[in-house]
């Protein structure tokens, strides 16, 4: 059983309205020694500086399935090198209820093809998407929210 503890915390006053109060407020997860800053999407009177539950949740699903590759690719002796990714989410406000509907993970892997894969870029790129799906399958996020999730990879092969 894993358990996850996290506290958020703001002051200020709600008494002049919805349009008067500090939406932004401070979040910690112990045991993490960083807490961070955060605040309401710009688009209900947030701090655009500051970062978002809606980015966080796409942060979330992002680092998840990054996190999930990696050991994908490990465990396969895949010289993974570089991974980034791009990653967006919709949130419509005309279908209610309002929620993040989907997430569209795009990363930009980097791989060494050496030995095993010599002259065969094409084989290391199949192998490479494969894992990504059985990263999505594996991610402990993508299985936990009801968004659909997408994950659309960019390999690039390094020969040596």
């Known amino acids: 059983m894993h358990h996850y503890r996290v506290t958020t915390a703001w002051s200020g006053s709600t008494g002049g309205g919805y349009d008067h109060y500090r939406r932004a407020h401070a979040a910690e997860c112990t045991p993490a020694i960083t807490p961070l800053a955060l605040s309401a999407d710009p688009a209900f009177r947030g701090d655009e500086r500051l970062l978002n539950p809606e980015q966080l949740l796409v942060l979330a699903a992002s680092s998840c399935q990054l996190l999930s590759f990696l050991a994908c690719a490990a465990r396969g002796r895949l010289d993974v090198i570089a991974y980034e990714d791009d990653a967006r989410a919709v949130m419509p406000e005309n279908d209610p209820p309002m929620r993040i ?47 659909e999730i997408t994950v659309e990879p960019t390999v690039d092969v390094l020969t040596d």
């Open 101 to 147: 509907t989907n997430i569209e993970l795009r990363p930009r892997i980097t791989v060494r093809a050496g030995d095993r894969y010599a002259g065969r870029a094409e084989v290391l790129t199949e192998r490479i998407r494969h894992l990504c799906e059985v990263a999505h399958r594996e991610c402990y996020i993508a299985n936990s929210i009801t968004s």
